[in-house]
Every structure is written in structure tokens, then in C-alpha cells.
Nanobody
Framework: HVQLVESGGGSVQAGGSLRLFCAVSGLSYSRNCMGWFRQAPGKEREGVAV???????TYADSVKGRLTISEDSATNTLYLRMNSLKLEDTAMYYC????????????????WGPGTQVTVS
């Protein structure tokens, strides 16, 4: 059974930094696509970043250069390092996983965490 739980969210000033964590259980890091998504009130869910089994990463244009996705297979943890945060980064952030060699921002992810809130002011 796959379970994902996010943490690390909070309130920061514009230009500040945060690091989000996603604890993953019940899922091998082999042949997986892992990702971070976000959704602000009244807006569509947006794919932020994904990382494939081979370590290849893909980012939304809106966050490229500011946010970095990574994973630590030893601790089964997915990370999202967030720098130079902007007001528009305010959203609920979700981590997601899918058993797939293909890894894109539009992949239909099967497993989702409950989310962690990030507020930039």
C-alpha cells in the first residue's frame, strides 16, 4: 500500500526559502515517477516538478531556476527546495507518485499526499 505525506510548508516572506518533504512508503523508487504539484484557491492544479527513475527532472516554466526537486532513496523521501519565493507561489503543495518509466508534468499520477500549505507574503 502506497502512502505519501508532505511536510515543511509554512509562511515566508517574498524572496525567502522553504524546503518541502514527502515521506514515501509502500513504493520502491525503481521505475517510478515522483512529482510535486500545487493548487491555489480558485485556480487549476499545476504541475511544479517531476523526477524520473533515472534522475531526470522536469520543471514548470514558472518555477524553473527557483525550485529544485530531488529524492533520497535511502530515506524514501522526496524533496522540493524552494528559493526566491514569489507571492504567486502561495498554494497547497502535493507530492505524487506513479509507477511509470515515463515521467512528465501531465502524467496521470495514481498516488497523492494530503498536501502542505505554503504561503508567501
Amino acid at each position: 500500500h502506497v502512502q505519501l505525506v508532505e511536510s515543511g510548508g509554512g509562511s515566508v516572506q517574498a524572496g525567502g526559502s522553504l524546503r518541502l518533504f514527502c515521506a514515501v512508503s509502500g513504493l520502491s523508487y525503481s521505475r517510478n515517477c515522483m512529482g510535486w504539484f500545487r493548487q491555489a484557491p480558485g485556480k487549476e492544479r499545476e504541475g511544479v516538478a517531476v523526477i524520473g527513475s533515472d534522475g531526470t527532472t522536469t520543471y514548470a516554466d514558472s518555477v524553473k531556476g527557483r525550485l529544485t526537486i530531488s529524492e533520497d532513496s535511502a530515506t524514501n523521501t522526496l524533496y522540493l527546495r524552494m528559493n526566491s519565493l514569489k507571492l504567486e507561489d502561495t498554494a497547497m503543495y502535493y507530492c505524487a507518485a506513479e509507477r511509470s518509466w515515463l515521467c512528465t508534468l501531465s502524467l496521470p499520477f495514481a498516488y497523492w499526499g494530503p498536501g502542505t500549505q505554503v504561503t508567501v507574503s
